[in-house]
Nanobody
Framework: QVQLVESGGGLVQPGGSLRLSCVAS????????MGWYRQAPGKERDLVAT???????RYADSVKGRFTISRDNTLNTVSLQMNSLKPEDTAIYYC?????????WGQGTQVTVSS
């Protein structure tokens, strides 16, 4: 299976920014869709943003205009730039790669937004 290594999480103040990165052990060109999900305490794991091999993107309504997903095919990396962070963005963020019926998940990285 494809292994994913996430980084970039941490503690930031409201209004601050973070950039999450996910490095895959295989070419991301082999996947149809790459994305980020998040799970807050006591909540279900929800979609944050996705990007297809063709470059099409989709965002949750709660992060539109604040978050940007991108990929680097050479570095096999999927990133999530998070700006204007709010306390309600606090969650564990997971990287996800999908290729038809095959999928891979990262172990998650904690993002905490607090003053």
């Amino acid at each position: 299976q494809v292994q994913l290594v996430e980084s970039g999480g941490g503690l930031v103040q409201p209004g601050g920014s973070l950039r999450l990165s996910c490095v895959a052990s295989a070419s991301i060109l082999s996947f149809n869709r790459m994305g980020w999900y998040r799970q807050a305490p006591g909540k279900e794991r929800d979609l944050v943003a996705t990007i297809t091999t063709g470059g099409s993107t989709r965002y949750a309504d709660s992060v539109k205009g604040r978050f940007t997903i991108s990929r680097d095919n050479t570095l096999n990396t999927v990133s999530l730039q998070m700006n204007s962070l709010k306390p309600e963005d606090t969650a564990i963020y997971y990287c996800h790669l999908l290729r038809y019926t095959t999928e891979s998940w990262g172990q998650g990285t904690q993002v905490t937004v607090s003053s």
